[in-house]
């Protein structure tokens, strides 16, 4: 890797950089992966560079979806294999959600390649390449999930989507757990629970709190679920990036 001391100022946004780049060279992550990844630094930056407290208690709510629904699979494109393949699948496992591969620009190559990276790390079965279902009201390309992944879930992670597939998604009903670092993006607004946290930090964040809600009741669970209030969330996060 590249030599960064830890003592940088911004050691953490260099490191995170330097994964995306990898990413790009390995083949995982697309070179429209790098613009995503350049507008994320731009709103961590504006939001300290921390999990806010409101995003701390989405990602409490996310881990109480998680945890209660009967079908729930976590979304993977090129950018979070890139940068949290092993925390992904810690979170799969702790939730017990299915992983799939999910691309803004698919091709068969880079979903194999992404998997195999996640299998890499642990992941036992990732799903993304059956693609035998389709999401209403997208393009072609752009439509297809696995039938029996995402088109089957009651409850899917989708991390850094794009606003049309997360509208979409939820226009089919399922509840979207959305992670995006911009809260005024139409994926962050389409969220039942928009997670306004970078993804590396918002991942581990979750399975902490889906460990520490492993024996919860339903009751429980419910609970926090019904408190978690996606506008307050969202006008919070705004509300940091102003009094920066
Ligand atoms: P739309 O309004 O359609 O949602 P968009 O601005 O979200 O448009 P993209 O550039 O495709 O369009 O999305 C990338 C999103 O992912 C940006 O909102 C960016 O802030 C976010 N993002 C990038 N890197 C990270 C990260 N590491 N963690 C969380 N969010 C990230
Ligand atoms: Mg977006």
Not at 38 to 51: H, I, K, P, S, V
Not at 63 to 76: D, F, G, I, K, Q
Not at 82 to 108: H, K, M, Q, W, Y
Not at 161 to 190: C, F, H, Q, W, Y
């Amino acid at each position: 890797g590249p030599e960064i001391p830890e003592s940088h100022p911004r050691y953490e946004s260099l490191l995170t950089r330097h994964r995306i780049e990898a990413g790009v060279d390995r083949g995982l992550t697309s070179r429209q992966g790098l613009i995503a990844q350049g507008r994320g630094e731009a709103f961590d930056y504006l939001l300290g560079e921390e999990t806010i407290p409101s995003a701390a208690e989405a990602e409490r709510a996310a881990a109480a979806h998680l945890l209660r629904a009967e079908h729930t699979v976590l979304s993977v494109n090129g950018n979070v294999a890139a940068l949290a393949p092993g925390e992904i699948v810690e979170l799969a496992e702790t939730t017990g959600s299915d992983i799939e591969v999910n691309l803004f620009n698919r091709t068969d190559g880079r979903i194999e390649r992404i998997a195999e990276h996640l299998r890499d790390h642990g992941a036992e079965a990732v799903k993304g390449l059956t693609a035998d279902g389709r999401i209403p009201g997208l393009d072609h390309e752009r439509a297809k999930v696995d039938a029996d992944g995402i088109g089957a879930a009651d409850v899917v992670l989708v991390p850094l989507e794009d606003g049309d597939r997360a509208e979409a998604l939820g226009a089919m009903g399922k509840t979207e757990l959305v992670i995006d670092l911009n809260p005024m993006s139409r994926s962050a607004r389409a969220a039942t629970v928009p997670i306004v946290d970078n993804l590396i930090r918002a991942v581990p964040n979750m399975t902490e709190h889906a460990a520490d809600l492993a024996d919860a009741d339903r009751e429980t669970l419910d609970s926090i679920v019904e408190s978690f209030d996606a506008d307050e969330a969202l006008a919070s996060a705004e509300q940091r990036i102003r009094d920066v």
